[in-house]
């Protein structure tokens, strides 16, 4: 969907009602997704690494911040469709949506770095599918599809 939401304010000015249209679609589902994503891993993923190592707290927090700015960003966006049509407000929808987009593959980035790596690394197998089971339960992916588990380590 951030790849529609790029195409979509790429077409503003050239097609404003069909932009606008889908712009606004992806927001409320990008909304929704957050909601659910970004607090299955604030109140389920982060807290359990937290606990399993006590000194990545601080390597998590920045994860959290993010949440806030994305979803601050998303809100943004969202009164800004709401403003009149105009080439000032076309050129701020274009700029707030490559910002979020790059944000959130930056954010997705670090928490594949951090959050799931740690993961692998402190928890054991058992640990990790639960804390697996409870995210998939709560939270859909905002790239799409379920959100990727803290990644499981085989037999070697």
Do not use: W
Not at 45 to 62: C, E, I, N, T, W
Not at 111 to 137: D, K, N
């Amino acid at each position: 969907e951030v790849a529609g939401l790029r195409r979509s304010a790429g077409e503003v000015d050239r097609a404003p009602a069909a932009a606008e249209r889908e712009l606004r679609r992806i927001v409320a589902m990008l909304q929704d997704q957050f909601a659910t994503h970004m607090a299955a891993e604030d109140e389920i993923v982060f807290p359990a690494l937290g606990d399993a190592l006590p000194a990545a707290r601080g390597s998590l927090q920045p994860l959290r911040d993010e949440h806030a700015d994305l979803r601050s960003m998303l809100g943004r966006l969202d009164a800004t469709l709401r403003e009149p049509a105009g080439r000032t407000r076309n050129e701020q929808i274009r700029v707030q949506v490559s910002d979020l987009a790059d944000l959130l593959r930056i954010h997705i980035r670090k928490e594949e770095a951090v959050a799931f790596t740690l993961a692998e690394r402190v928890m054991g197998e058992r640990e990790r599918t639960g804390l697996s089971a409870r995210l998939l339960r709560k939270a859909p992916s905002p790239l799409g599809g379920r959100a990727r588990p803290p990644a499981s380590k085989g037999p070697a």
